[in-house]
C-alpha cells in the first residue's frame, strides 16, 4: 500500500487511445527520421567543408542515442524528457535555413519538420499516455512537506 500515492498501471494492461496511438507515430516518426538523416547527411548528401565530419557526427548523432530504448519501448518519460533533446535540431535546422542555400536548405527544412514532428508526437505522448497510466506530477500545494 501506498501512503495516499494514487496506484499506477500497468501499461501492458492498459489500453492505448486512438489519439495516443497517433502521437506515439508522429513522436517515433519525428525521432527516427532524425536517427536516419543526421549520419546520412553529414557523412554522403552534404559533409561540411571545414572540420571533420565525424566529430560533427559525434555532436549532432550522439544525443539520439540517449532516448532511443525508451522510444521503441514507447516509454512515456522517456518522449517527455527527449524534447529537451530535440531543441538541439530545431535550433540547428533554423541556424542552416537561415544561412544556407542548395541541398543544405532543403536538408535543414526536412530537419526542422522532423524536429517538429518529433515534438509535437512527443509532447502529446507523453501526456496521453501518463493521463491513461494514471501517472501525474505532483503539485506543489499537495506536496506533505512543511
Known sequence: MNAGK???????TVTM???TKQ???L???GFFGLFVLIPVWILW???PSLGNPYVLLALLWLPLWFPLRGMIKGDPYTFAWANFIVMIYFVHSLTNLWVASGLYFWLSVLELLLSLAMFIGCTYYARFRGQELGLKIPRLK???RP
Do not use: M
Not at 494514487?6 to 501492458?12: G, I, K, R, V
Open 17 to 19: 487511445a486512438d489519439k
Open 6 to 12: 494514487p496506484e499506477q498501471l500497468s501499461s501492458e
Open 23 to 25: 502521437c506515439l507515430l
Open 142 to 144: 499537495d506536496d506533505p
Open 27 to 29: 513522436g517515433r516518426i
Open 45 to 47: 548528401l552534404a559533409p
